[in-house]
Each structure stands twice: as structure tokens, then as C-alpha cells.
């Protein structure tokens, strides 16, 4: 699956990698995962946003998965995103935000979400693309 990056989820990576290129390495491999797999990819590399009212999905670096093994502790980073059709081409993914949620917890998603489901609607308008919300196995 085509993986595509909103221009402010780009920006986060870049500066993730410049600060601990380890740990931009295994959201990279969780990214690559995506791509191998698209909307196959379940848990516990990636799982339903239940909040979200677009279908939101979020790429999970903890617990330790089969693309980051080592990735056992600080930082709980998360990478929301959603499924976008543009038209007469294949479904894509969209990543649309990053962070760290090992001090807010579960506290950290509401503002997330709602700045991720807002990029999303934003960049899917100006490319003509339609939202779609994928149910996975």
C-alpha cells in the first residue's frame, strides 16, 4: 500500500530521527510494515482509534512488535492515521501525526485525534480525495 505523509507528520519524523536515530528507526519499520501490509496490519503494530469518528488507526512503537523488537520501554510514541481514495487510483495511507505519550497516557489522544482528523479532512480537500474508514481483521 502507498504510504503518503502530511507535510506536519514529515517534519515530526525528520526531527524524531535527528534526535534518537534508533527510535526513528522503528517507527520507520512500523511505516514499512504499513506499506508491506497496508489495512492487514492489526495489533499489536496498529490499532483502531475507538474515538475517532474517521477511522482513525494509530502505529504503536510499545509494546514490542515484530518490526521493533527492542522497543520496550519510554518513549510510547504514536502515529495516527487514516485511509484516503484519491480517485481512479489504488487506497493509500495518510500519516498524519506523531508524539509521545508516555507522560499525558491516554490523556494524550483527544487533542491528537482531533488535530490528526483535522489535517486529514484539510489535505484529502485540497487533493480531491475522499476519506475512507477500513475496517481491519
Known amino acids: 500500500m502507498e504510504v503518503v505523509q502530511h507535510p506536519a507528520f514529515t517534519e515530526w519524523m525528520t526531527k524524531l530521527v535527528q534526535s534518537d536515530v534508533e527510535v526513528g528507526g522503528e517507527v520507520q519499520a512500523l511505516i514499512d510494515a504499513l506499506e508491506e501490509h497496508g489495512t492487514a496490519l492489526g495489533d499489536p503494530e496498529s490499532h483502531a482509534v475507538v474515538t475517532s469518528s474517521l477511522g482513525l488507526r494509530t502505529l504503536r512503537r510499545t509494546p514490542p512488535t515484530t518490526p521493533t523488537p527492542y522497543s520496550t520501554g519510554p518513549p510510547v510514541?504514536?502515529?495516527?492515521?487514516?485511509?484516503?481514495?484519491?480517485?481512479?487510483?489504488?487506497?493509500k495511507a495518510v500519516l498524519l501525526l506523531g508524539g509521545d505519550k508516555?507522560?499525558?497516557?491516554?490523556r494524550w489522544y483527544p487533542p491528537a485525534i482531533s488535530e490528526a482528523e483535522r489535517r486529514l479532512i484539510v489535505m484529502t480537500g485540497q487533493l480531491g480525495w475522499r476519506v475512507v474508514s477500513v475496517r481491519v481483521q
Do not use: I
Not at 102 to 106: F, I
Open 77 to 91: 510514541l504514536r502515529v495516527l492515521y487514516g485511509f484516503a481514495a484519491p480517485p481512479v487510483q489504488p487506497l
Open 102 to 106: 508516555t507522560t499525558l497516557g491516554s
